[in-house]
């Protein structure tokens, strides 16, 4: 009866640390939105949604690398960075295509998700099918699949060091550069230009902007972001970034002792905990992306962000162990096995999914969440 109160106690830790960065998410939205208002689409979800949203996984394996455990637990950060890719690239489009596409079940599923807090009165942009940027999305699948390879290479060496890191962050540079080229073939958007979502900001009470973490009604009184006050997003976005960071340091922690009460590898537990409580910000602001129709945002902050997580959320903890402390051994666990067999063919469905259909439909959720199962089973067995 002990352990059992402990592991729920676990449970309601990680649900505190989701409901921490869904609401800090929020914030970063709005500061994310107005700083990216100028990219054309797809860029900003694979740019700035994608590297802010991924910052969990960031701190997460910092927190689990530099101050809770060490080396020893870096398979989990390893696990927390494989699976959030894994949850990012099937279940955020699963989500994304059910609110756009069954806007119904989408409903259903927020109010059992919440245990019946949360209810979607409002409405959105809803269809039975819509179109993708393809190009975009190949652009954005090739990155991925460069630094999935790598990744593989690397969970099948014995050690890894910091060249190892630096070679994951350098993977990442072309990325961006390719990124900041296709943003300059745009012509520049005026700012009278920005759609109402972007510049509305919804002023909260203290009380309120405290509990949903709303900096900029705590800060600026729900002024509006404004071309000649550049510092108000930063800041805002800013403290959305630290309020992130403590919540991922409480969730390494969670993830640990939640292994120990288990009696699993801690590489398990991050494996679901951890990646599915770390994507909660892509998960966030993609599904608002697909609500408010750009659905090429959504889908490419889900793909995008993969990259980000793999290169600089992996490779940067990496690196910065590597030239302060030394190597780092790799965890001899069966599950490792299973994320570069489940990278490979996971990757290898989603895209498919998405580039041989002409359109998006609801069919499509039903094979992401079925691919997600599959691979939920096949992990688990490796523990068995």
Not at 106 to 129: C, N, P, Y
Not at 267 to 291: E, H, N, Q, R, W
């Amino acid at each position: 009866m002990e352990k059992f109160l402990e592991f729920l106690l676990l449970i309601f830790t990680v649900a505190a640390s989701s409901y921490v960065l869904a609401k800090s998410c929020n914030s970063f939205e709005g500061a994310a939105d107005w700083l990216g208002r100028k990219l054309p689409p797809g860029v900003k979800g694979a740019t700035i949604n994608a590297v802010g949203s991924s910052l969990p996984e960031l701190f997460t394996t910092i927190a689990l690398l530099f101050f809770i455990g060490g080396n020893e637990v870096f398979g989990a950060g390893i696990a927390v960075t494989a699976g959030s890719a894994v949850f990012n690239s099937d279940i955020i489009p699963c989500l994304c295509i059910i609110f756009v596409t069954a806007p119904a079940l989408a409903r259903l599923l927020v109010r059992a998700g919440t245990l019946g807090f949360i209810r979607m009165k409002q409405e959105w942009h809803t269809t039975d099918s819509f179109e993708i940027d393809k190009p975009a999305l190949i652009r954005d699948g090739i990155a991925v699949i460069i630094a999935e390879a790598v990744l593989i290479f690397l969970l099948g060496k014995s050690t890894l060091t910091w060249v190892d890191g630096a070679i994951l962050m350098a993977i990442y540079l072309p990325y961006v550069g390719l990124m900041a080229w296709q943003s300059s073939r745009y012509p520049v958007v005026q700012d009278t230009e920005v759609s109402h979502h972007v510049a509305h900001v919804e002023k909260l009470p203290v009380g309120k902007a405290i509990v949903e973490f709303d900096f900029n009604s705590l800060y600026f009184g729900g002024a509006h972001y404004e071309s000649g006050k550049a510092h108000r997003p930063w800041i805002v976005l800013l403290s959305a970034v630290a309020v992130i960071s403590a919540a991922c340091y409480v969730l390494g922690e969670t993830i640990v002792k939640s292994a120990e009460l288990l009696g699993v590898h801690a590489i398990v537990t991050a494996l679901f905990l951890g990646a599915a409580a770390s994507s909660v910000p892509d998960t966030i602001l993609s599904i608002k992306d697909s609500m408010k129709g750009n659905h090429n945002d959504a889908i490419s902050n889900a793909v995008g962000s993969n990259t980000f997580d793999i290169c600089v959320a992996l490779g940067f903890p990496l690196f910065l162990y590597g030239i302060t402390e030394g190597t780092i051994p790799m965890p001899e666990h069966d599950s490792v096995l299973g994320l570069r067999i489940a990278l490979v063919v996971v990757t290898t469905v989603i895209l498919s999914t998405f580039l041989i259909p002409k359109r998006v439909q609801f069919w499509q959720a039903i094979v992401l969440a079925i691919l997600y199962i599959a691979w939920t089973v096949f992990i688990i067995s490796t523990e068995v």
